[in-house]
């Protein structure tokens, strides 16, 4: 049977048996050569090629850049791959895999500042490396078909160290040689790759050393050119997307012709652009509802303040308020008719709309939901449209705090792109951490109203800030910092430093509101803090022109006029903007525009400092009021020009606001500039500088039509009681306890006494004409107050406005 069906031969042993693991007996039909199955034998290995287990090392050593072992892992796997080029006898592929890992990983090594710190002699020489790696590469990569795939990797590679080199038109050139040199047959992931990557270097300047003193500043923009390449890139790609049926890349070239808009300052297509990424990722606000009256077109309506709302510390109620227009007039209905010049207010929406979520749960849709939301968000208060951004905000919200994206999977940035039929790439976006900060940022700075208990601008600020110091004090600057294995100390200290902008940021924010609420004390506070934490991290010259700026307005506040004027042109000149009277009227931007228009009122309102109040003065003698000066009208009408160039809100009702002090003489324009101001400032949510309108608005009615002027001002006494009077009161038995959640805002219970008492004494004259002599007294006792509180700022009443 067995010559029929011989038996197989059993397995034999290829290790030598030792005396311990021979046995003794050993069984039937088994030889020397024959292998006993034990338990505890080893299965037998074959051994590695130096040159295979070379290759593998780097991705055994990999570590994040915020690993304490990152340099050493980069030194061991340059050293591994070195020694694998050393060997003999190299295949093509082994040859062209090797030159590429060294190009790649002493590039990262490049990027994290090691080559020029002089503490890693390992990376001196590392730039000549990585560029003869890269040449040797693709030499072996074309003469190879079958490399194709790495030769678009080390092109990607080259481009990327040039651009490192700050030798931009080689980068973008190797990038467009790249994309015209594509076959039907490569992959789309790889098309993908060199669009995107083209993208990131028209819109961006070339990463700064990380061992430079200076960091590069935020205003860094792109040129024209760059700019309508960077357009034409994202058209391209776009329209690749769409004939290869790949939705997901769409809506991210969608989102980005949003972002480039935007980091632009091409306002006037970033409309069109963010409705098509809305639609895209189904965000869908109804807008179209509000449109008509968030543009500045709402209907003459006067704002009706409940009696509660007016209930402020030393203020006169609504009641008070009509019962003493009633009596100046005939009568007056229970909806009466609107004045021409009323106090325009946007109506709440009639009913709650629904906050749209997004499409899908995937970290792609929802990274890029979260930025088209901040994006729309910042377009919406650029524009002053305040109705659009609660919208916007509210669905940011709703997005941050569900919690995955900020503590989901893509914790280190990186998102799939799904490629239907082609498998995926991953591409990283805005890292979560900055998304997260940022969200508390757009929602500051969104928040335009001081008036209230709690700002919700001062909250989302404090808040922020907390956040910002807790995530750096908490794991000793960087690490802890979620990041991509193949990531770069370079993009851990970009993360860190956006941080750190945005902490500065919140601190202007801070400083704002504190000076809007006449919390002076803590707006000095917030200056220094502000003015120690940009010269810590080395962002003062970023941060310049806005801090002299805070100061002259810190400065206007207080009274020190002089100082004012002057931080106000410190501020100008730092931003860019030319000198006053000369040839060419350009230069500077928002903060040059806000510094000229501050420095205009503050000299007009000197020069009326001696002067009766404009509703004293009859119409005979309004030609006898103190002209302005030549420099003061040219200082006036290079302001004007600024703010009516701009369209960002509030800067266009500064300017109707000086061509109406300009224009004075002529009454209709006057109201007529001041009705398109109130129409913007309230369209944008701006309650402190509505409140100024309206008191130049009421003085214009005093004699005119004192009914009128009565409900102006009422109004504009509750935005100044408001700005400041955030004292809680809680009853306990039949005893009341003030509570305030800072100190200086229980000093600070009137709020803009300056304004305050301005509109009490417009409140005495009115009161006095119509025989009110209980109202007289009250308002007397009244002004007493409000003039102790101004003498206690050291500063007249006419200097603030």
């Excluded at 090797?98 to 790649?104: K, Q």
């Excluded at 038109?169 to 789309?188: C, E, N, T």
């Excluded at 009702?653 to 101001?677: M, N």
Aim: with cysteine.
């Amino acid at each position: 049977m067995d010559d029929v069906c011989p038996r197989p031969h059993k397995r034999q042993r290829t290790d030598h048996l030792t005396d311990s693991t021979e046995p003794s007996d050993p069984p039937p039909h088994s030889s020397s050569l024959t292998s006993v199955p034990t338990e505890s034998s080893p299965p037998s290995l074959r051994p590695l090629p130096p040159q295979v287990l070379l290759l593998a090392l780097p991705a055994l050593l990999v570590h994040p850049p915020t690993h304490e072992n990152y340099p050493f892992s980069l030194f061991l796997s340059l050293k591994a791959l070195r020694i694998c080029l050393e060997l003999k006898a190299l295949t093509a592929d082994v040859e062209c895999r090797a030159w590429a890992g060294l190009a790649e990983i002493g590039l990262r090594a490049i990027e994290s500042g090691f080559s020029t710190s002089g503490e890693h002699e390992w990376a001196n020489g590392l730039e000549a490396e990585v560029e003869k790696a890269i040449g040797k590469g693709l030499l072996i990569a074309q003469k190879h078909p079958s490399l194709r795939p790495l030769r678009h990797h080390l092109s990607l590679l080259n481009s990327q160290f040039a651009f490192q080199s700050n030798n931009t038109k080689f980068a973008r050139a190797l990038l467009r040689r790249l994309i015209a040199s594509f076959m039907p047959s490569d992959p789309p992931s790889i098309v993908y790759m060199a669009h995107l990557a083209l993208i990131t270097q028209l819109t961006s300047t070339p990463p700064q050393p990380t061992t430079t003193t200076t960091s590069p500043t935020s205003g860094d923009k792109t040129s024209v050119l760059e700019l309508q390449a960077a357009l034409t890139a994202i058209t391209t790609l776009s329209t690749l997307a769409a004939q290869n049926m790949h939705p997901a890349i769409e809506d991210l070239a969608a989102v980005l012709r949003v972002r480039v808009l935007v980091s632009a300052g091409m306002w006037d297509l970033v409309g069109e652009a963010l409705e098509a990424a809305e639609k895209a990722l189904c965000l869908v606000f109804h807008d179209a509802e509000d449109e008509g009256p968030a543009k500045g077109q709402e209907s003459d309506k006067v704002k009706q303040e409940p009696p509660e709302a007016l209930m402020r510390s030393y203020s006169i109620t609504a009641q008070d308020v009509h019962d003493s227009a009633a009596s100046q007039s005939q009568s007056q209905s229970k909806a009466p008719v609107p004045h021409p010049d009323t106090v325009p207010e946007p109506s709440p929406p009639k009913a709650a709309p629904s906050i749209p979520g997004p499409k899908a749960t995937d970290s792609l849709t929802l990274s890029l939901t979260a930025h088209i939301l901040i994006l729309g968000t910042v377009y919406h208060t650029h524009a002053g449209r305040a109705r659009f951004v609660e919208l916007r905000l509210a669905a940011l919200h709703t997005l941050m705090d569900g919690g995955p994206l900020v503590g989901g999977a893509n914790l280190d940035g990186l998102v799939e792109v799904p490629l239907p039929g082609h498998g995926s790439i991953h591409v990283r976006t805005t890292h979560p951490r900055i998304l997260f900060l940022l969200t508390f940022l757009v929602s500051a700075i969104a928040k335009r109203d001081p008036v209230g208990r709690r700002p919700k601008k001062r909250v989302f600020a404090e808040y922020g800030i907390t956040q910002c110091r807790e995530g750096r004090e908490g794991n000793e600057g960087p690490v802890g910092i979620n990041v991509p294995l193949w990531a770069s100390q370079g993009d851990v200290d970009m993360i860190d430093d956006c941080a750190l902008r945005i902490e500065a940021d919140l601190l202007c924010e801070l400083v704002a509101v504190s000076i809007q609420r006449s919390e002076f004390d803590a707006a000095e506070n917030h200056l220094a803090t502000l003015i120690a934490h940009t010269r810590t991290h080395n962002i003062f010259d970023a941060y310049a022109a806005r801090i002299a700026l805070h100061h002259a307005h810190l400065a206007h506040a207080l009274g020190d006029t002089e100082r004012a004027g002057t931080c106000y042109r410190v501020a100008a000149d730092l931003d860019g903007a030319c000198p006053v009277g000369s040839s060419v009227m350009s230069g500077g931007g928002f903060i040059a525009a806000a510094a000229r228009a501050g420095e205009a009122l503050l000299r007009i309102g000197l020069t009326t400092l001696h002067s009766p109040p404009p509703s004293s003065i009859p119409l005979a003698d309004a030609q006898d009021v103190p002209r302005l000066d030549a420099d003061t009208v040219a200082l006036a009408k290079d302001a004007t020009s600024r703010c009516s160039a701009s369209s960002s809100a509030p800067l266009p009702a500064l300017g109707a606001l000086i061509s109406a002090a300009l224009s004075r003489s002529q009454i209709i324009r006057s109201k007529a500039l001041l009705k398109h101001a109130l129409s913007l400032l309230s369209a944008a949510g701006d309650n402190h500088l509505r409140a100024l309108v309206l008191a130049v608005v009421g003085a214009q009615y005093v004699y005119t039509a004192p009914a009128h002027a009565m409900e102006v001002l009422a109004v504009c006494e509750t935005l100044g009681a408001g700005m400041g009077a955030t004292a809680k009161r809680e009853k306990e038995g039949e005893s009341a306890v003030v509570r305030t959640s800072e100190d200086s805002e229980g000093k600070n219970a009137i709020g803009n006494a300056p304004l305050r008492l301005w509109v009490g004494e417009r409140f005495l004259e009115l009161f006095k004409r119509s025989g009110k002599d209980k109202r007289v007294r009250k308002q007397e006792a009244f002004n007493a107050v409000y003039q102790s509180a101004v003498d206690n700022l050291g500063t007249p009443r006419t200097r603030l406005w």
